[in-house]
């Protein structure tokens, strides 16, 4: 019997790469984490599943909570599931997974240096 996996990782990334470049930066990075470790063949289904779920509800319009309607309270249910997942599979995160992680947030976020110009 064949593993089949039935997470379509091109449509999931790109839906948590168009999110990361809105939020910036510092919010991106846990939930960048959590798609590696997600794809770590490693970490074990129930860790998954989580993570999925927290993802899930990050990228789909469905919400508890209405961001639309109560702006602050309506983003709090999606950094609450995100940190939850995050802290529960935080032990999962290798230092290449650090590496990769950085090395697409120095990509999609550079820093720019600037030049004092005087007279």
């Not at 794809?39 to 909570?65: F, Q, R």
């Not at 802290?87 to 240096?113: A, G, N, R």
Request: hydrophobic share 45%.
């Amino acid at each position: 019997m064949t593993n089949q996996t039935r997470i379509n990782y091109p449509n999931l990334w790109e839906k948590l790469a168009a999110y990361a470049k809105k939020a910036g930066r510092v919010a991106a990075r846990p939930v960048l984490l959590l798609y590696y470790v997600l794809k770590n063949p490693a970490t074990p289904k129930s860790d998954k599943l989580l993570i999925i779920s927290a993802l899930s509800y990050l990228v789909l319009p469905i919400d508890l909570i209405s961001a639309k309607r109560l702006p602050i309270i309506g983003w709090l249910d999606e950094a609450v599931s995100i940190a939850y997942a995050y802290k529960k599979t935080s032990k999962y995160i290798t230092p290449e997974i650090e590496s990769e992680v950085e090395s697409l947030l120095d990509k999609w976020f550079p820093e720019f240096e600037y030049e004092i110009i005087s007279d």
